[in-house]
């Protein structure tokens, strides 16, 4: 069983659309491949794949302060020392409240409170859902509940759920589609895989933060390869994108267009290679996928 990783560092520059297209046509190949959505605050992979949960299950990834009443004496210090200003006094019964959507866990309360009064409590942090695609093959999607931070702890917990399911399924291939950014997510949703498709487009933002994630990714020495996409947004950024990946010996799998057919293939809740099987878009997808398929 192969796990792979799409990141693009940036949000917005096409990952879910590919991660999505690759795991159709993975599909089409008669592979039995399972899709993991681990962008947990915005999941939008579903969306594009439309399914039928089956089941849900809660993700315990932090823990929260709770009070035991029958110890505490509402002395209020850790009211004076919680830095997230999560813990109040009732004007109601006087009793100490903590509010768990602005508690972090840091525990300093524990350590403050003079009658021990207070625990460190493991907290749920989100669920996933496990659904079936209209494509047939499983998809599972991370949700973070309201106010809750993306810890890499709640994705690592998510591909491990994953796993599980896979191996229900007999699973060839994983496909994840990892969270934006360079942070603790995005390292849990690598840390481990065969293989990650870099994703960027040629702008100096999309640049910029290709180049965090792809130093995350060179250092735990992942096998990976870049994919450009709306490649016609600026020819002096693509240009440069060659040069980097040439100076860092990053395979580039191709490129793929501006086209208007993506935007309105999202809005059908629809893969670009389903809405549009001849868009520009779509083709140059099939050709990239057709040398990704070599390498994996």
């Known amino acids: 069983m192969k796990e792979i990783t799409f990141v693009s560092g940036k949000g917005g520059v096409g990952k879910t659309t590919i991660t999505a297209s690759f795991a159709l046509l993975l599909n089409n190949l008669q592979k039995k491949i399972l899709a993991v959505d681990a ?21 315990k990834a932090t823990e929260k302060a709770v009070i035991d009443y029958e110890k505490c ?31 972090e866990g840091c525990g300093v309360c524990n350590v403050v409170c003079p009658e021990k009064a207070i625990d460190m409590m493991p907290y749920e942090t989100g669920y996933y859902v496990h659904a079936i695609t209209e494509h047939g093959f499983p998809i599972v999607t991370g949700h973070l509940k309201l106010g809750e931070s993306g810890s890499g702890k709640f994705v690592y917990e998510l591909r491990n759920k994953a796993r599980s399911l896979a191996k229900e399924y007999n699973t060839e291939y994983i496909l994840i589609d990892g969270p934006p950014g360079s942070s603790c997510t995005a390292i849990a949703a690598i840390t481990g895989v065969s293989f990650v498709v870099l994703i960027t487009e040629p702008t100096p933002a999309s640049i910029s933060d290709l180049k965090k994630i792809h130093k995350i990714v060179k250092h735990f020495r992942i096998p990976h390869a870049l994919i450009i996409n709306k490649a016609d947004l600026s020819e002096k950024y693509r240009k440069y994108l060659y040069e980097f990946a040439e100076n860092e010996k990053i395979k580039i799998l191709g490129e793929i267009p501006l086209d208007k057919n993506i935007p309105k293939a999202i809005a059908h809740a629809k893969t670009i290679i389903e809405f549009s099987p001849d868009a520009n878009a779509s083709k140059a997808i099939k050709d990239i996928f057709y040398r990704f398929s070599k390498i994996i």
């Open 73 to 103: 004496t509402s002395c209020g210090i850790c009211i004076d020392y919680c830095p997230e200003g999560a813990i109040i006094k009732s004007p109601n019964d006087n009793k100490i409240k903590i509010i768990p959507v602005f508690c």
């Open 39 to 59: 962008d947990a605050d915005a999941p939008n992979l579903g969306l594009i794949l439309s399914n039928k949960e089956i089941s849900r299950e809660y993700i």
